[in-house]
């Protein structure tokens, strides 16, 4: 029996449930396994989307015409608001979901998708043509092939997938679901890069058994900020979340055992998430460090379950409800299901274009954890990215690049592409030299009309956006306009909010632009101030407070760009270039960049080197933008 697609998406992690959704938007007839289908936009870690950097990417994905900023408004539970102390730039939003709320609702929305259609099967063998580099269709473990245009391996941490609890070690994907063995197998046989990464997720434990009255409660925002920019959802805080605390008893257990744990026994070599390491790691790598925290939170509305953030572990279940029995709160703990490490097979990202393509491949493309990186959020983006760019090619229009200046999305996937990376990649915003430009809030105006132009954002949304952008530049304009002389009642305001107060006539922008300021409390001196949108007034203060720092970054784009729009020829022979060092000729041909900007970031590659490539492509007539 064969079936015919035009795209197969394997894996219905966050990332193949937005390739899928992408690609049958697009008009695309689509396929999206998985080997269970209990197991669609599953949260086998935490069950919360967004924080720090992770926030920006929720909305970029909104912008874009993704589903994950939707579905969690939905099933939110508790949502704040991160970094309120710091400037806007690192503001993130991070809302606790409703794990089997989330899980139903994307599944149905997959359902209900026109031109897509969601298989419960285990994938074993990606069929190329001939030439064995170009994509033909998939085979299942019955047998059964389906062929098509383009697939996508969003595999997650099923891909040869094995769990480590203390001394057991068994076949596994999250939450003792069958792993993905065979398809490993076949694309080391096609010429692909196989790596081994690992991860891990902490217990979870049972409501009734924790002394929440020992906890620091953690309220919600009490003004809700929702993920997608198109929500009329009223979104309100249904829970609340706990912080506690490890002591010098909680790491004399861990120390005490460490002999037990897989990875400092040696029995697991695989490469672990740096930004979120074990419980054993925290103790044994930062031993100064006389406690750590943890995040008691809950698994949802329907569940007595609850989730300990920042405890995962591999060391045996009785170790671990012994180190946990040591914290104020959960002296009588209950786990439900016990901590685990699982380590899994990954591709290298160096081998993928900035499309998710594989260079190697046509018609091949990766995205979330089979691209190592980690995370719900990061592992969405580029499933989006790659469902929109294998639809486009089928249809044989020009594919969405996002570079580094227009958005969180572009710097992660050049990252990838670019540098590669050693562990785990996850966002963070340090990552962005851009990071005032590519706020969380601005997201929609930097974004939106890409994804209209890709087919995946309505004309209605479109045109208010535009609207939007109109209303902030008006205001702006009329601000710089709007006159504002001294009076006792404003020297009064100004004095009670820490600044000096006026002597001289003064126009209200520059007012606005004092950081003890906004421009929501100066309205009493605004007589001619019309309403307007809460999320126009947002813009309007932030552009204005901080336009001299964005002229700035924005030079900088424009310079980078420059270096973005010399294109070089995939063809190249790095190895005839005169005064070129050997390092940067091995590490050029191998990341094959597309442009003289990317190969400008890659680790090897020095000014020196650019300045060579620069002379030889202009030498030989090559690479003009």
Not at 21 to 45: E, Q, S
Not at 57 to 70: F, K, P, S, Y
Not at 435 to 461: H, M, W
């Amino acid at each position: 029996m064969t079936e015919n697609y035009d795209i197969i998406v394997i894996g219905a992690g966050h990332a193949g449930c937005e390739a899928a959704l992408a690609g049958a938007r697009l008009g695309l007839k689509t396929a999206l396994f998985t080997i269970t289908l209990d197991g669609v936009a599953n949260m086998p870690c935490n069950p919360s989307i967004g924080g720090t950097a992770k926030g920006h990417l929720v909305r970029e994905i909104d912008a874009l015409g993704g589903e994950m900023g939707r579905a969690a408004d939905k099933t939110m539970i508790q949502s704040r608001m991160l970094n309120r102390g710091k400037g806007p730039a690192v503001h993130s939003l991070r809302a606790q979901i409703d794990r089997v709320a989330y899980h139903n609702l994307m599944k149905h929305t997959i359902e209900k998708t026109h031109g897509l259609f969601l298989k419960q099967a285990e994938i074993t063998e990606i069929l190329f043509e001939e030439d064995g580099s170009t994509v033909r269709g998939v085979k299942t473990k019955l047998g059964t092939e389906y062929t098509c245009k383009a697939v996508i391996i969003a595999s997650g941490t099923y891909l040869n997938g094995e769990i480590h609890v203390g001394a057991v070690s068994y076949p596994g994907g999250p939450d003792s679901v069958l792993p993905a063995v065979s398809l490993s197998d076949c694309l080391k046989r096609a010429g692909m890069t196989i790596r081994r990464f690992k991860t891990g997720t902490p217990a979870r434990v049972h409501k009734r058994s924790i002394d929440f009255d020992k906890l620091e409660i953690q309220h919600g925002d009490e003004d809700i900020t929702p993920f997608s920019f198109s929500n009329s959802l009223e979104l309100e805080n249904k829970v609340d979340c706990y912080v506690a605390y490890t002591n010098e008893e909680t790491h004399r257990v861990i120390r005490d055992n460490i002999h037990l744990s897989p990875i400092y026994s040696g029995r697991v070599h695989a490469i672990g998430p740096r930004y979120c390491p074990s419980i054993e790691d925290k103790i044994m790598r930062f031993s100064d460090k006389p406690r750590h925290q943890l995040f008691v939170e809950p698994m949802g509305l329907d569940t007595e379950e609850y989730y300990l953030q920042g405890m995962s572990s591999s060391l045996p279940e009785e170790v671990q409800i012994k180190f946990l029995r040591t914290i104020k709160g959960l002296e009588r703990v209950e786990i439900m299901r016990n901590a685990y490490a699982i380590e899994y097979d990954c591709c290298d990202p160096t081998e993928l274009r900035p499309t998710l393509e594989f260079k190697d491949f046509c018609g091949l493309y990766g995205a979330g954890q089979f691209n190592g990186t980690s995370g719900y959020e990061e592992a969405a983006a580029q499933g989006l990215i790659a469902g929109i760019n294998a639809a486009l090619k089928i249809k044989g229009e020009e594919p969405v690049v996002l570079d580094r200046a227009s958005s969180y999305i572009g710097t992660l996937i050049d990252d990838l592409c670019t540098k590669g990376c050693s562990d785990p990649y996850r966002m963070l915003t340090s990552r962005s030299e851009y990071r005032l430009l590519l706020r969380q809030d601005n997201a929609d105006i930097r974004l939106t009309e890409t994804g209209y132009r890709a087919g995946l954002v309505s004309r209605e949304r479109f045109e208010a956006l535009k609207l939007k952008v109109s209303l902030i530049d008006e205001e702006i304009k009329r601000l710089w306009k709007v006159n504002i002389a001294p009076s006792e009642e404003l020297n009064s305001y100004l004095e009670a909010c820490g600044t000096d107060p006026l002597t001289n006539g003064i126009k209200l922008a520059q007012l606005i632009r004092r950081p003890q300021l906004s421009y929501e409390g100066l309205a009493f001196t605004d007589k001619d101030r019309q309403p307007l949108p809460e999320d126009v007034k947002e813009q309007v203060d932030l552009q204005i407070k901080y336009e001299g720092y964005i002229k700035i970054q924005l030079e900088q784009v424009e310079a980078m760009r420059k270096l973005e729009a010399r294109k070089i020829p995939e063809d190249i022979d790095y190895s005839e270039i005169k005064s070129l060092r050997l390092e940067a000729a091995e590490k050029l041909a191998k990341i094959r960049p597309l442009s003289v900007g990317q190969a400008s970031r890659i680790s090897g590659v020095n000014p020196a080197d650019i300045n060579v490539l620069l002379v030889y492509l202009e030498l030989h007539g090559k690479g003009q933008g």
